[in-house]
């Protein structure tokens, strides 16, 4: 899988799934853009400078389509063609549909599925004429299967995957791929800080993993790499999730699962 000296635009890439995937991809030789809107982003690009990783800091909002214009032609016309484009920015709103104000819902739609198309659209604008690039969707289980409380999330994932299948479908004539990838639950700083704010049951919600344990970033991180490269040159539409077969799980199926300790 050799990606070495290609360009990358991640976009949240100030922590968490974002980082880690910045990180692999860098690690793979890619000279890799990490956007997000606040300073977070560029103390992660100057942390994996450190490493030795070549990255370089944008801050945009992807909600609006002068600044990702302007971000996707900086790295067009400065660092070199985009290959690859991972839309992980994203946000989620919590609660009862009953108590969801409009503001709320209008979040999860426009960080996850108008960031999505915005970014998407301005890169393939460059990337037509090449015949070349990948986009990967950084999606959710949450757009597959039901989640009680999420339903402003989960209706925008499940807008991120379908998006992923007629962009995919579009692009296939020009060479460019177009997937999703699903995390389920991901051990990452913010679902720590979640946990404690929304006194969650962790073990509660790890018992319904049939694998006994969350993803972490790295997980997620390894399939975009794979997806970026050339080895998956014909695989395109797919919407693939990570999450230790929990998309199908079904009480039904719990006396079946293992009784031991599981691992957090």
Not at 32 to 54: C, P
Not at 197 to 224: F, Q, S
Not at 238 to 250: A, F, K, L, P
Request: proline fraction near 3%.
């Amino acid at each position: 899988m050799n990606l070495e000296g290609k360009v990358a635009l991640v976009t949240g890439a100030g922590q968490g799934i974002g980082l880690e995937i910045a990180r692999m991809l860098g690690q793979k030789g890619m000279l890799v853009i990490m956007n997000a809107r606040s300073q977070k982003v560029d103390e992660a690009a100057e942390t994996l400078r450190t490493e030795g990783l070549r990255t370089l800091a944008i801050r945009a909002d992807v909600t609006q389509k002068t600044e990702v214009e302007e971000m996707v032609a900086r790295v067009e016309s400065e660092l070199g063609p985009l290959w690859l484009l991972v839309n992980n920015a994203g946000a989620l709103s919590y609660g009862p549909t009953a108590d969801m104000t409009e503001a709320e819902w209008d979040l999860c739609f426009d960080v996850d599925a108008k960031g999505v198309f915005l970014c998407s659209q301005a890169t393939i604008r460059h990337m037509i004429p090449r015949k070349a690039g990948r986009i990967i969707n950084i999606s959710s289980i949450a757009g597959t299967i039901v989640r009680e409380k999420q339903i402003a999330y989960s209706a925008a994932k499940a807008a991120v995957n379908h998006f992923t299948r007629c962009l995919a479908v579009e692009m296939a004539p020009h060479g460019i791929t177009v997937n999703a990838v699903c995390p389920g639950m991901t051990w990452t700083a913010m679902l720590a800080e979640s946990a404690v704010a929304r006194n969650l049951d962790l073990e509660a919600m790890v018992a319904l993993i049939p694998a006994g344990k969350m993803a972490d970033a790295a997980d997620h991180a390894h399939l975009v790499v794979f997806l970026a490269s050339e080895e998956a040159r014909h695989i395109t539409g797919q919407i693939m999730s990570v999450d230790g077969g929990q998309s199908d799980y079904h009480p039904l199926m719990a006396p079946y699962l293992p009784t031991k300790k599981l691992d957090l």
